[in-house]
């Protein structure tokens, strides 16, 4: 018989709905068996977000992977990045994070890795599950269900962490650090405790109805509260995480929001100081800052299409040193080529002290030469016009240097742009930078103004 569910949750990179509604106790189970049968697993890891939903639909997950067979590794409460961890470093054949990462106190989700935290996708692994859940063509279950065993990684975890800086050249700067109720509120402490830095911790209380604001630093009024203490307490630098830590964010001394490519292009420089002629993986939607540093530090840029299965692939393909998307997600090869969301804050404050300056001071060089746009996102009625759009502005802008990588992409000596379709809706995103705020602002306009006619 036809399992009935909701077919939305099956997204390009992971599952994700609205609990009790989309996303049930039955629909977790049904999905924990196929993802067993998917991978013929024997021994999976799942772990678990703060959600309030988190304990129930994780359970559920649980008991279908042991019904269908495979031994389950139960991680309990922690972070995305740290399943990613449990599943390569105990061998497993895959893992489960039940999260909805940083979206709101309702939703409830799974993001799904196979062996060395390798991650499944609409094209790969997502598809074939959907297709299980939804026909009902999931294998029959052996006699013998699998055995359930706990494990606590956090230790491990936190000294695999460190090993990627020199804790002893952290030099003593003053920080802000939000939570926002989120996983970093478990983890952070064990890390920043063991710094020399003088921290004022926000929604450290791990809290999966949010109280104080969701767990999204990319929405400007979930940062307020950072801002705020940032200024008024003269900070260095201000960190915040999503609700899964698997990402991080930056405030400077100022107050002022810190793009992703900007935190790319410090991050290049960090790890090529210390690997010179390493590939540095980048994506289409980036500042030029990040090709330009990692140019000048002798590094090799790679420019690759948007979506962390993507990035992962060509890590891998390339063994690339370190990657960073314009989002937040930073991939390291010593990290199974997997995102993580404390590396990078331990990376920077080790960038801070050996330039011995503050996270504006590094910003500042770059604030001067790169003009960028932001993302913008522009609605249209369907697919269709989505596809025409990006073709009417390749032939516009056809005089410049033209990728059609993801999206289109085009390239002028003082300026370039990427417009790209979203994976889930009929967007169109742009993301334009320039050589001067007068230039960035006026062919920002044009290309709006062709993408809007």
């Not at 992977?65 to 495979?70: E, F, K, T, V, Y």
């Not at 294998?139 to 800086?165: C, E, M, N, Q, W």
């Amino acid at each position: 018989m036809t399992f009935t569910t909701d077919p939305s949750i099956f997204k390009a990179y992971d599952v994700r709905g609205v609990y009790d509604t989309q996303i049930t106790a039955d629909v977790a189970q049904q999905i924990g068996r196929a993802f067993v049968a998917y991978l013929g697993a024997d021994r999976i890891a799942v772990g678990r977000d703060m959600r309030t939903s988190a304990p129930e639909i994780a359970a559920a997950f649980i008991d279908g992977a042991l019904r269908q067979g495979a031994d389950v590794v139960d991680h309990g409460m922690i972070g995305t990045d740290m399943l990613y961890y449990g599943v390569a470093t105990e061998d497993l054949d895959g893992g489960a994070m039940i999260t909805a990462s940083h979206n709101p106190k309702e939703y409830i989700g799974m993001k799904l890795v196979r062996r060395q935290a390798l991650p499944l996708s609409g094209d790969a692994g997502i598809g074939d599950i959907r297709e299980m859940v939804l026909g009902g063509r999931i294998p029959p279950a052996p006699r013998s269900p699998g055995k359930r065993t706990r494990t606590d990684i956090l230790d491990g975890y936190i000294d695999h962490v460190f090993s990627f800086i020199d804790v002893e050249a952290v030099r003593p700067f003053d920080l802000v650090l939000d939570a926002g109720s989120g996983i970093a509120g478990m983890v952070a402490p064990y890390l920043f405790d063991r710094l020399p830095c003088r921290t004022t911790r926000l929604c450290f209380e791990v809290d999966g109805t949010f109280p104080h604001h969701e767990a999204n630093p990319l929405l400007e009024e979930n940062r307020r509260d950072l801002v705020a203490r940032v200024k008024a307490a003269g900070a260095d630098a201000g960190i915040a995480w999503d609700g899964d830590a698997d990402r991080c964010f930056f405030i400077d001394g100022d107050g002022d929001f810190v793009a992703g490519d900007f935190i790319t292009a410090l991050l290049a420089e960090a790890f090529l100081r210390k690997h010179p002629g390493a590939k540095i993986i980048y994506d289409v939607r980036a500042s030029h800052a990040v090709r330009d540093t990692v140019a000048t530090y002798g590094g090799t840029a790679l420019m690759n299409r948007v979506g962390h299965a993507f990035f992962k692939a060509r890590m891998r393909k390339e063994d690339a040193l370190f990657g960073g998307e314009v989002t937040g997600h930073y991939y390291f090869r010593d990290n199974f080529f997997a995102d993580n969301g404390f590396i990078p804050a331990l990376l920077l404050l080790e960038l801070m002290s050996v330039h011995g300056r503050t996270l504006g001071d590094l910003l500042a060089p770059l604030r001067e030469a790169y003009f960028i746009s932001g993302e913008i996102n522009t609605r249209m009625s369907d697919m269709d016009e989505v596809n025409a759009t990006i073709d009417r502005l390749a032939e516009r802008y056809r005089d410049g240097r033209v990728y059609r990588m993801d999206g289109v992409s085009v390239e002028y000596d003082s300026w370039h742009f990427n417009v790209r379709p979203s994976n889930t809706e009929p967007l169109i995103r742009l993301n334009l930078e320039a050589t001067s705020r007068s230039e960035m602002e006026r062919q920002r306009d044009a290309v709006l103004s062709i993408i809007q006619q």
